[in-house]
């Protein structure tokens, strides 16, 4: 289990490598990135929540992060059955600069089967400059900039701004997918320029044009098609709908016996996804701070809405009880106690402002914060008192959550011990001590620990 770094595995050129059952997840770059690689085996791993700079509500971008990177030449590698939800993109593939500057080559003939890519705030799957087969993924949106000869069939898109984005796209088949409530099922479009300073266009042939679109499950969108500048285009066979299709989406019965011959062969691995509860979380769930992203297992304080004034902050963790330890200049507390909301509903204990310790079930401490003893830690985020104009303390939370401000650079004032006021994180100690006692690095147990 690799959780936490910028990446979990990085290689170059390797090849006829095997990776199975493994978790890679929580990073803020990326789960599995590979360069020049080929003939590998991808299968059933958890290469979840690796992003970056997302903030539910205002920022909705993964600054390229992925859950699988296959890029410059990666080509006959074989993706299957792997959980890669949450990621900035959940697999983000490209033929790289050689090709970008020649037009030749590409990252090519991959195959991704069976996959749960979903909750990707930006593409589920992108596919650029290169030909490729993506079969019976759930997939919430997608894109194959460049792509041609690639096989989309058998996949689940729905709740997109654009379910299917193929731009100068070239006899690409799309067929027996299911598309549901999305603005725009699928989009096909050709620019009516390109930058002059790529060599691919100048040795390629880069219209949109003679892609089919067959036997696809079609409803619920504002609407079905988008297309500009594409040629040849074949549409037949497709089932349209003014509501979203009845039932769920199930790539088995959208592909009949086509399922099993499209299905890669890989002998003694099972032939489903491994379960993750926080796999079907919603994009909410993407919690990022200065560690990366929040990965649930430990108590943390963090703003449920910084458009209001005072900002209410939620309490997230994993499933437990919680309690307020001590205070220090709270202008007012909603609640001492409760529980984590499974559904990670906000819970609002304060106001921005003073310095709240909470304290719950530890399950697991943020990295590098663990002393000898294994007590209680503090996580640390800089706010200030309640004494002060919450007007000063809505530009650094907006900030936080991706909003920008011109306030940057001021900074709080010192508390009463000469550092910045702090809202503290408190995990607990499992094991009894007598009061006053002290830890490893002379912190006072039951009391604020400070840097």
Known sequence: MTTKPVSGCASARPSIWRIQDNELAFNSALGIGMYRSSHNTIVRNRM???????????????????????????????????SITHGGDGVFLWAGQSTMDTGEGGANDNTFFGNDVSWAPTNSIEVTFSRNRIVANRAIGSRGGYSWETLIAGNCFGGNETGLAIEHGQENVIDRNWFSGDETAIQLWANETEAPNWGYPKQRDTRSRDNRVTGNVMGGHDQVWKLDRTIGLEIAANRITPEAPEGTCDPRALLGESYDFLAPELPDVPPEVPVVEAAA???????????????????????????????????????????????????????????TDPARRPVHVGRLGGSPRVRGRRDRLPPGRRDAGRRARALRIRTLRARDRVGRALPRARRRCGLGTRNTRRRPPPDAHGGPPRLHVVLPDRRRRPAGALGARGDRVGHATRR
């Open 281 to 339: 979380w919603d994009r909410s769930a993407m919690v990022v701070d200065a560690w990366g992203p929040y990965d649930w297992r430990s108590p943390k304080l963090w703003p449920a809405d910084t458009t209001r004034a005072p900002v209410p902050l939620r309490v997230l963790g994993p499933e437990g009880a919680w309690r307020i330890a001590d205070r220090r200049g709270v202008a007012s507390v909603s609640a001492e106690t409760g529980r």
């Open 48 to 82: 979840d929540y690796n992003v970056r700079g997302y903030s539910h509500g205002f920022y909705n971008r993964g600054q390229d992060s992925a859950g699988l990177l296959l890029y410059e030449q990666s080509s006959n590698n074989v993706v299957a059955y792997n």
